[in-house]
């Protein structure tokens, strides 16, 4: 990692050296997402635990096989969920098989065509989480208001969505993230929608404190190439936010300044 050990992203008291959060759907097979999240250089993996097994269905293969919990941060997330309940009876299930775990991910989305959230139901479900003791990164939409409501009661992270989940549009509002980021004092990380690399590193430019993405990479033709990739573009879009980019100008200004040079 070319980051320094000062800039580290801190979720829930824990520090990270990757700001890049990876889920473990829509792999060919245990092998191929092994070898991608190995690839990316994530410490914190996504489950979504109504589709994936975590221990609940003894005869099928346990994801905890190949990710095990002493070398990853494990994210349970209520992918799937539409209702408060739903959400609140997975996380439950999620701190039972896994023996007290406290940090999940939320969301409670609101129709199966755009899978946009519900942000009413959310909040109600983030209320009912923090007062359960778990440590809520919540996602949502892109609104400055709604993220700073989840940060003022409680949420560990806020995670406005880029552009649908599993679209690969890219980050369609680039201004509501940035006054996001601008307003926070939780974590904000950008989850759903992130296409390919340049979108990981738009990201990280605007501030966003990491990236969370699945589709991205298990369905490129190469997914742990595309790995490897997001891993890079998260490095250089953070470098870039700290360094401090250049003001856009409307016309040229030369490279090479005239003033103070001597002519014939």
């Not at 519900?118 to 209320?127: G, I, Q, R, S």
């Not at 709604?146 to 679209?167: D, H, K, N, Q, T």
């Not at 891993?231 to 401090?244: D, N, Y």
Request: include cysteine; charged fraction near 25%.
């Amino acid at each position: 990692m070319s980051q320094t050990t000062d800039d580290r992203l801190v979720i829930a008291d824990q520090s990270y050296d990757s700001r890049l959060l990876v889920g473990t759907g829509k792999y060919r097979d245990l092998q191929e997402t092994r070898a991608a999240i190995e690839a990316s250089g994530a410490e914190i993996i996504t489950i979504a635990v109504r589709r994936t097994n975590i221990g609940q269905n003894a005869d099928e293969p346990n994801i905890l096989d190949i990710l095990p919990p002493d070398r990853y941060t494990l994210l349970p997330n209520t992918a799937g969920c539409y209702d408060v309940q739903t959400a609140l009876r997975t996380c439950h299930l999620a701190r039972e098989l896994l023996d007290g775990h406290d940090l999940v991910k939320l969301e409670v989305l609101g129709d199966e065509k755009t899978l946009f959230p519900d942000v009413v139901a959310t909040l109600k479900a983030a209320e009912e989480l923090i007062r359960d003791d778990f440590k809520v990164m919540v996602y949502t939409n892109d609104d400055p208001i709604v993220a700073r409501e989840f940060e003022a009661m409680g949420c560990v992270a806020v995670m406005p969505l880029a552009a649908p989940i599993g679209s690969g549009l890219g980050i369609r509002n680039r201004l509501n993230i940035r006054t996001i980021v601008e307003n926070a004092a939780v974590p904000i990380l950008v989850d759903a929608g992130v296409g390919t690399a340049s979108d990981a590193a738009v990201a990280m430019e605007l501030g966003c404190d990491g990236v969370l993405m699945n589709t991205a990479i298990a369905a490129a033709k190469h997914p742990v190439q595309m790995a490897g990739a997001m891993r890079k573009a998260i490095e250089a879009g953070r470098e870039a936010f700290l360094a401090g980019r250049m003001p856009a100008r409307r016309f040229a200004s030369a490279s090479s300044p005239v003033d103070g040079l001597f002519f014939d």
